[in-house]
């Protein structure tokens, strides 16, 4: 399952993404990771939880090398539960015209290895394209 925090710059969805990982760790029986282009507002991140700051892999650039990056991840790990990835669309070069393929991609990520996805994307949720597709879940 793709589940989509959306809103626009400053509404809180980084906070909200550590209040639910920090949430997720708790009950889950794997391994929850959360990746961030920062370190920044990471200081409340349960220690338990695997904290990727992508600034450290900066020669990751494009959509098809973020996915690579996480197929990696997924095959180094398969205790893997739960993946975070807060602000999508300051991840490599994803913006709102290829989220779509970005989510599409996750989502076959999350159904082959039974992984829960939680993205958040800086903007309005009428503004993101194929947001109705079952597979995905709008939580905000």
Do not use: W
């Amino acid at each position: 399952m793709v589940n989509l925090i959306t809103g626009p710059r400053g509404s809180g969805k980084t906070q909200q993404m550590i209040e639910l990982a920090n949430e997720k760790v708790k009950t889950s029986n794997g391994n929850v990771v959360l990746i961030k282009k920062s370190r920044r507002d990471t200081y409340s991140v349960n220690f338990n939880i695997r904290a990727i700051c992508m600034a450290d892999y900066c020669d990751i650039t494009t959509l098809e090398e973020l996915i690579g990056f996480l197929y990696g991840m997924v095959a180094g790990n398969h205790d893997i539960e739960t993946i975070f990835i807060d602000g999508v669309l300051k991840q490599a070069d994803i913006t709102l015209d290829n989220i779509s393929v970005f989510m599409q991609k996750i989502n076959k990520i999350s159904k082959e290895n039974n992984i829960e996805f939680y993205i958040s994307v800086s903007a309005e949720k009428e503004k993101i394209p194929d947001i109705e597709n079952p597979d995905y879940k709008v939580i905000c």
